[in-house]
């Protein structure tokens, strides 16, 4: 595992959904890197098929998570286009849409990361299936259970690939010359 | 053309966008149907690559136009997949989310129509062409030019979609005996 930065405090991730939204709060003190909250946002069923009712239970109840922990950053999965299920994935837009805007209005940065990059920086295989990056979230934090539900997972993988990132640009500066450092980083 | 119904007074609609979001609010009086005010909002180019900031400003202006017009309900076309444009789908899902957070926010109930039937109500064809819709939208208000840029014309389209329904329905309440009625409103 690579330190995380010093200057890091706490990182919010978050899985969008427009039924389940998973997040997950990662906070760095000094060189360790601990979980400190991680759940679900869950659309009542009552909404039923309402979308402006779920996405405002989702921004009520993100700014509520947001106002709680205080995270400095967000991360997300960049957005990509499931071929076989189009809809989905523009109703996924959605809740993706309000919750950068949650992070906006809270004066958070958002960062996004390619799924095959968050599973490279967490599992080292950027082509991991859903339960390697279950399981790597659960070794990461010594966690007795797999997270679940895997939204949460997915949460906290993304969270994590920041983390590494800042980590290994900070570990990069002090020991790699800058030119070998740029290709390394690229 | 059909005439409102007296209950309903203002109306908005809406063409979600990235980069241009059109708007077009119609007010029903008595008889008649206007047009209020029509506009886009535009994403500041300054803002660049960054979704959330677009979202913020997306969202600002929305609810800066729905206090000072103070519409009764929304409308918006109903989500569909472009099959060749994937990505710009789902980036167009982000827009619409913020877009119905803030009509939710409000107080005020999303209504979506499919496009066909919106090009259905305003020209008579469901396979109407963009300009087509443009030109109904001009002589319907008696513009002295087709609206533009389209997503104007867009927004106006889908506002008087709900418009016309609501008349159908309440003419077709007074003249059609129940059994008919319900087979010529479904």
């Given amino acids: 595992m690579v330190n995380a930065p010093k200057s890091l405090t706490r990182v919010i991730g978050i899985d969008p959904g427009l039924n389940v939204t998973g997040y997950g709060i990662v906070i760095c003190r000094a060189n360790e890197v601990n979980l400190l909250e991680a759940g679900v946002i869950r659309m009542p069923r009552s909404h039923g098929e309402n979308l402006a009712e779920r996405l405002e239970s989702l ?30 994935a523009i109703l996924m837009g959605h809740a993706r849409g309000v919750i950068c805007l949650a992070a906006r209005l809270a004066g958070i940065p958002v960062l996004s990361f390619s799924a095959k990059r968050v599973k490279q920086s967490i599992t080292g295989n950027g082509n991991a299936s859903k339960l390697q990056v279950q399981r790597a979230v659960q070794n ?3 966690l007795h259970r797999v997270p679940y539900p895997p939204d949460v997972a997915d949460a906290l993988a993304v969270a994590l690939c920041y983390v590494n990132r800042r980590a290994m640009k900070t570990f990069a500066k002090a020991v790699i010359p800058s030119e070998a450092r740029n290709l390394a980083l690229r």
């Fill in 59 to 88: 921004f009520v109840e993100l700014r509520r998570v947001i106002e709680e922990f205080n995270p400095e950053a967000m991360c997300l999965e960049e957005v990509y286009s499931h071929a076989n299920y189009p809809r989905t």
């Fill in 140 to 142: 990461y934090f010594s």
